[in-house]
Structures are given as structure tokens and as C-alpha cells.
């Protein structure tokens, strides 16, 4: 059974950093391209990035780069992104994901987690 479960969210204030993970299990880790997702009250879900299978960053959302940096560990088939100097429009629940191919904002993802809340606020 395919898993992916996301930790490292929380409540934090403007410009503080946070580290989100994401622990795979279930398929072959190394062989999967994987991102993570977003989505904010009233919003529409989106690709906030995405990374090769060698660990080679494959798409950054225009508006996050710079600030947010995705990452994986294939020895410990874990997911990470780690975001700098969060603003309040960063809050959302994020989600990992997982596909066989590469993962762009209109291609299909074949797994996803549950999702850790991230809460930006004075």
C-alpha cells in the first residue's frame, strides 16, 4: 500500500521558516518523481514544486522561487520542502506527491498524502 505522510506543519509568524517531510513507503521511491501541492481556503489546489527522481528540482510555482526549496533523500524515501520567510498568503494545507512520470501543474498525479496544515498569521 502506497503512503505518503507529511509532517513539519504548523502555526508560525510572518517570516519565519519551516520544514516540511514527507515519508514515502509502499513503491520504490527513487523511481518516482514527487512534489508537493497546496491549497488555501477558497482556492484552487496548486503545484507549489516538484523534483526529479535525481533529486534535480523539475518546477517551482514562479511566485515561490527563491523562498521555497524542494529536496528528496532517496536513502530514507523521504520528500522534503523546505520554505523561508513565509508570508500569510502561504497558508494552506500541503501535499505530497507522488507519480511514475514528471509532475508539472496540468499532469495527472497518481498518489497523494493526507496533508499538513501550514498557518501563517501575526
Known amino acids: 500500500e502506497v503512503q505518503l505522510v507529511e509532517s513539519g506543519g504548523g502555526f508560525v509568524q510572518p517570516g519565519a521558516s519551516l520544514r516540511l517531510s514527507c515519508a514515502a513507503s509502499?513503491?520504490?521511491?527513487?523511481?518516482?518523481?514527487m512534489g508537493w501541492f497546496r491549497q488555501a481556503p477558497g482556492k484552487e489546489r496548486e503545484l507549489v514544486a516538484s523534483v526529479q527522481v535525481m533529486d534535480s528540482p523539475t518546477y517551482y510555482a514562479g511566485s515561490l522561487m527563491g523562498r521555497f526549496t524542494i529536496s528528496r533523500d532517496n536513502a530514507k524515501s523521504t520528500l522534503y520542502l523546505q520554505m523561508n520567510s513565509l508570508k500569510p498568503e502561504d497558508t494552506a494545507v500541503y501535499y505530497c506527491v507522488a507519480s511514475p512520470t514528471i509532475i508539472l501543474p496540468s499532469t495527472p498525479v497518481d498518489y497523494w498524502g493526507r496533508g499538513t496544515q501550514v498557518t501563517v498569521s501575526s
Open positions: 509502499g513503491f520504490t521511491f527513487r523511481d518516482y518523481y
